[in-house]
Nanobody
Framework: QVQLVESGGGLVQAGGALRLSCVAS????????MGWYRQAPGNQRELVAS???????NYADSVKGRFTISRDNFKNTVYLQMNGLKPEDTAVYYC???????????WGQGTQVTVSS
């Protein structure tokens, strides 16, 4: 079973940048969809950015123009480059991979991102 491990979170001042990484224990070729989600205290988990196996990307309106998702299939890694961070970006960020057959979701354990004002 593939495991996902996130890293790269931390404390940053508003306007700063972080790059999150999600490394899979196996090949990410099996994932037709990979996404970054976040959950702030008291809020539901929300999709921040996603990328398909074909390279199509999608972003939440709140992060468009600031965040960039990418994947390196040879390194079995998905990245989330976050620029222009705002305090409202503070949350635990999770990586998810989805396989089409059987339809299954794999989640990482999350990495904390805290943006100070």
């Amino acid at each position: 079973q593939v495991q996902l491990v996130e890293s790269g979170g931390g404390l940053v001042q508003a306007g700063g940048a972080l790059r999150l990484s999600c490394v899979a224990s196996g090949s990410i070729f099996s994932f037709n969809f990979m996404g970054w989600y976040r959950q702030a205290p008291g809020n539901q988990r929300e999709l921040v950015a996603s990328i398909t196996s074909g390279g199509s990307t999608n972003y939440a309106d709140s992060v468009k123009g600031r965040f960039t998702i990418s994947r390196d299939n040879f390194k079995n890694t998905v990245y989330l480059q976050m620029n222009g961070l705002k305090p409202e970006d503070t949350a635990v960020y999770y990586c998810k991979g989805q396989t089409p057959w059987p339809l299954s979701d794999y989640w990482g354990q999350g990495t904390q991102v805290t943006v100070s004002s």
